[in-house]
Nanobody, 127 residues
């Protein structure tokens, strides 16, 4: 099993921006796709953005137009640029990697599709 370590996050004002990073082990980074999930207080994990090894991306409705997922192959690091943050973006963000994850598939946002998970990092958006 691979290893994923998130960084960034913290408190941010509504309307502001922040960037999350996820440093991956070689085995995690070699999986077909990587993604970011969001877990709001009292809720389950929900997909935010996904990117595959070819650079194809997809976003959930809440993230589209505000968030950008990207990766640096040299650093083996996944990023999530978050702009125009809203209070409802508050929660824990998880980085995940999955060999069977396919961008555009019906299961792209299923947490069970991903084998490797980071420990999560808190983002708190306040007005």
């Amino acid at each position: 099993q691979g290893q994923l370590v998130e960084s960034g996050g913290g408190p941010v004002q509504a309307g502001g921006s922040t960037r999350l990073a996820c440093e991956a082990s070689a085995s995690s980074y070699s999986r077909h796709a990587m993604a970011w999930f969001h877990q709001a207080p009292g809720s389950g994990r929900e997909g935010v953005a996904i990117i595959d090894s070819d650079g194809n991306t997809a976003y959930t409705k809440s993230a589209k137009g505000r968030f950008t997922i990207s990766k640096d192959d040299y650093k083996k690091t996944l990023y999530l640029q978050m702009n125009s943050l809203k209070n409802e973006d508050t929660g824990v963000y998880y980085c995940a990697a999955g060999e069977d994850a396919v961008v555009g598939s019906w299961y792209e946002w299923l947490p069970t599709t991903f084998e490797d998970w980071g420990q999560g990092i808190q983002v708190t958006v306040s007005s």
